[in-house]
């Protein structure tokens, strides 16, 4: 089969133990991105599967209209970039394992990774002392703050557990069936969304950005937030109100963000207002950017097609379209 990679940044997926899979296939692997509609169809004429890499580039109506051979999109975990009642109507099956099986624990990791970073100062501590400085201030601790998870599904979850490891007090927000879920494992849920944003040191955000949760982190809830707190979103931009996060870090509540995720990515030339503020980290994305996460996805990624070309496929999201005819 004519297989086409996407958005291979670092050209890291041919090398993977997981690539023999689809080895004996013919596979075209692009580094670069574009969302130029006209560009991706003249790339994807000849294409029979698409692997995308994450969210990185849209397949809309527009562009799935024109790809006259296209068969099978296979990628892993959730697709809001992708269209699928359109990928339907041109007869397009799209594979994508959704199972809870593992949480990202390279996510969970780089979250506290930007959390002790932050709290630390450990960035410019470091480059100041390249510079010739000696030790800039003091920094903030863990022990005994007050961790807000916003969202206790897998990724979440491993984050809590964490942060109760490091002595904080871990409060729980978000649906009732997490909150729920999470009183069970033995953690505090907050009295309600307003004392969850008042009363957190940080606050770290492991929500899906779904139609519910698009927006669901509102101005006010950030004006809420302590002048000493930060927000931590290595989840997706999107979950937070459009605007809302640089208005609220001008305002000085909360006194800092960490960021891994954006609105539109890749950010390129520092072309993002979050990247020119000096109470920001920000990071481009490498929260799943690690060799197990690539192995565990793309091991996944690859084994939908090849149960596709067996005539077996697996974690469908539109099994409809096998009844379809052939195109």
């Not at 109506?61 to 296209?70: D, N, V």
Request: hydrophobic share 45%; charged share 20%.
């Amino acid at each position: 089969m004519n297989i086409s990679i996407f958005d291979d940044y670092h050209d890291v997926v041919r090398t993977l133990s997981c690539y023999k899979k689809v080895a004996g296939h013919d596979i075209t692997i692009w580094k670069d991105h574009t969302d130029d509609v006209d560009v991706l169809a003249k790339r994807l004429e000849n294409t029979e599967v698409l692997v995308t890499i994450r969210e990185r580039t849209a397949i809309r109506a527009p562009l799935l209209r024109r790809l006259k051979k296209l068969k099978l999109i296979s990628q892993h975990g959730s697709f809001p970039h992708i269209d699928v009642p359109a990928c339907t109507e041109c007869g397009v099956l799209v594979c994508s394992d959704l199972s809870p099986a593992r949480p990202s624990y390279a996510t969970a990791e780089v979250t506290w990774g930007l959390i002790i970073s932050v709290l630390r100062n450990i960035p410019a501590q470091a480059a100041a002392l390249k510079n010739g400085q000696w030790q800039l201030g003091l920094g903030t601790g863990l022990r005994g703050k007050v961790l807000g998870v916003y969202g206790y599904g897998r990724i979440g979850k491993v984050v809590a557990n964490i942060g109760k490891a490091f002595g904080m007090r871990v409060l729980i927000w978000g649906r009732e069936a997490s909150r729920t879920l999470a009183a069970a494992d033995g953690y505090e849920t907050a009295a309600s969304r307003e004392a969850f944003f008042s009363d957190c040191d940080v606050i770290t955000l492991h929500l899906k950005l779904v139609a519910p949760t698009r927006g669901i982190v509102t101005a006010a809830d950030l004006a809420r937030m302590k002048t000493t707190a930060l927000l931590v979103n290595t989840s997706r931009a999107g979950l937070i109100e459009p605007d809302a996060l640089v208005n609220a870090l001008k305002a000085g509540r909360p006194g800092k963000a960490a960021v891994d995720v954006y609105e539109q990515e890749p950010v390129v030339n520092a072309g993002h207002p979050l990247l020119a503020m000096d109470n920001t980290f920000c990071t481009p994305h490498i929260g799943y950017v690690e060799w197990d996460a690539y192995e565990f996805q793309f091991g996944n990624v690859f084994s939908q097609i090849v149960a596709y070309q067996e005539g077996k496929p697996i974690h469908m999201a539109n099994p409809e379209v096998l009844s379809k005819a052939v195109r």
